[in-house]
């Protein structure tokens, strides 16, 4: 059930190990490659987006998810663990908590790490993870080399995230009809796509949006669409 989990967080792990060899690169290069992923993010939360069949529903889960972290005050917990993480084991990296919290948000986010996850839990097809897995490794070389070692951490939070995810699918599927299934996939993947354009306009540097507090907006979405399916 975990296998693609496992691999995805492993590609993650080499890539960033293969970053850290090329971190003496120039910082022009290093910040051309960071904001080339930028905008491939930016394009690639924007794909996500569109598709959605539920935008004020979306909007309200972003609404009521920013508030809610907001007061929990999740990027700075985010950001504090990253710093605890940097002081034991790299205190020299002043950039450690900001690669972290980067790579763990891109890493995470997407549509790909849940509908595959929900794939692995459901029938034990790892296909998608493990395309996933590949795009990540390249993913982890690039920001490691931006950001230091902080990235190589974003691993932990990917495995159990996924893992989090396929075990409950499993437990679940049984008591979830199909037709539910396929909008709350297409959904959570363009609420993702909107969080993910965060990202991207924070590695392009245009903004300084706290996108770590929008997380509790999934949750909000599924509880919405829950609702608006059982009326």
Request: net charge neutral; proline share 2%; hydrophobic share 55%.
């Amino acid at each position: 059930m975990l296998t693609g989990v496992f691999i995805n967080g492993l590609a993650i792990a080499i890539g960033s190990l293969i970053g850290i060899l090329l971190r003496n690169i120039s910082e022009e290069m290093k910040e051309t490659v960071t904001k080339g992923i930028g905008l491939g993010v930016v394009v690639l939360g924007i794909q996500m987006a569109i598709p959605t069949q539920s935008f004020i529903v979306i909007m309200i889960s972003l609404s009521i998810g920013a508030l809610i972290g907001e007061a929990l005050k999740i990027e700075t917990l985010m950001n504090r663990f990253g710093l605890f993480l940097q002081k034991r084991f790299s205190k020299s990296e002043s950039n450690f908590a900001e690669g972290f919290v980067t790579a763990s948000l891109i890493f995470v986010i997407g549509s790909l790490g849940i509908i595959g996850a929900i794939q692995s839990g459901v029938s034990g097809d790892h296909e998608t993870l493990l395309t996933k897995a590949v795009m990540d490794g390249f993913m982890a070389i690039m920001l490691t080399a931006s950001f230091g070692y902080g990235v190589l951490f974003s691993s932990i939070p990917v495995v159990l995230y996924q893992g989090s995810i396929a075990i409950l699918a499993n437990f679940l599927v049984q008591l979830v009809l199909p037709s539910f299934m396929d909008e709350l996939m297409n959904e959570i993947s363009a609420i993702g796509g909107l969080m993910i354009l965060g990202i991207g306009l924070n590695l392009l540097q245009l903004t300084k949006l706290r996108v770590s507090n929008f997380l509790p907006g999934i949750v909000v979405l599924i509880i919405l669409l829950s609702l608006k399916f059982v009326i």
